[in-house]
């Protein structure tokens, strides 16, 4: 955190350093699927060697999930031509506000504006053949979207699961799921809040995300039950998706 001198923002522990959430699922031979473009999605992509984005998905349209969208800039250079990009309406609206030189349709020198191709998630779909199952949740009184992809389910951003969501991640092998800090807030599932959600999903493995600078990575993870950890940036899981 900006400012900070607390432990965790001390830590020479590399688990400890943390940019804005966000997942890249690498489908061989299928797709390149990038969930949310935060401010830090430069860093991230360059961290990672990312040279491929064949799609984006969209969780919601906070700041942190969406300010880096312009970066598609060079993955349309790299690729030669638009990338898909998949959202709710509500994420939409405020794409279009936020990013209205994007959309306003004025042709500019230099022709610097990324090239963007936009889909309304409605309900399930297959991206270059992998199924993407979007899951109702809520970010406060904000409607926001998991991703469910065959046994993997991204719940970022959330403090409740609509009761819809609760049969479309059932049976889920690896879940990633909000746990803020220990105290409670309005939007976001606390460590507790989020233990109490996995022990009803009952994944294999369950991975806490959207972490502040009051959990450290080591001294959280030694408390938490076995099979839940916190996540990292960097972490890389192998998963099986759904694909034809
Ligand atoms: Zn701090
Ligand atoms: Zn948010
Ligand atoms: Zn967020």
Redesign the pocket.
């Known amino acids: 955190m900006i400012g900070c001198t607390c432990a965790v923002c001390r830590s020479t522990d590399p688990r400890d350093k943390r940019l804005r959430p966000s997942i890249y699922l690498d489908v061989p031979t299928h797709a390149k699927l990038l969930v949310d473009t935060g401010p830090d999605f430069r860093q991230q992509a360059l961290t990672h060697e990312l040279t491929r984005v064949d799609a984006v998905l969209f969780t ?1 349209g ?1 700041a ?2 969406i300010l880096g969208l312009d970066e598609l800039r060079r993955f349309n250079m790299m690729q030669g031509g638009p990338i898909p990009c998949y959202a709710n309406r509500l994420t939409w609206d405020t794409l279009r506000q936020t990013f209205s030189y994007i959309f306003d349709g004025v042709p500019r020198l230099g022709g610097g504006v990324p090239q963007i191709e936009p889909h309304d998630i409605t309900g399930p779909f297959r991206l270059a053949g992998v199924r993407v199952v979007p899951v109702p949740l809520w ?1 406060g009184r ?1 409607p ?1 979207l998991g991703f469910r992809f065959g046994s993997v389910a991204y719940l970022t ?1 959330c403090n409740r699961l609509d009761d819809a969501a609760w049969e479309i991640v059932e049976g889920v092998d690896t879940l990633v799921i909000d746990a803020l800090r220990d105290r409670p807030h309005s ?1 976001h599932f606390s460590v507790q809040e989020a233990l109490e959600v996995i022990a009803r999903i009952k994944p294999r493995r369950a991975y806490t995300t959207h972490t502040t600078h009051e959990l450290g990575h080591a001294a959280t993870c030694a408390r938490l039950p076995a099979g839940v950890e916190l996540a990292y940036d960097g972490l890389v899981l192998d998963v099986s998706v759904d694909v034809e």
Do not use: E, N, S
Request: net charge negative; proline share 0%; aromatic share 0%.
């Open positions: 919601h906070h942190d999930h970010h904000m926001v951003d939007t």
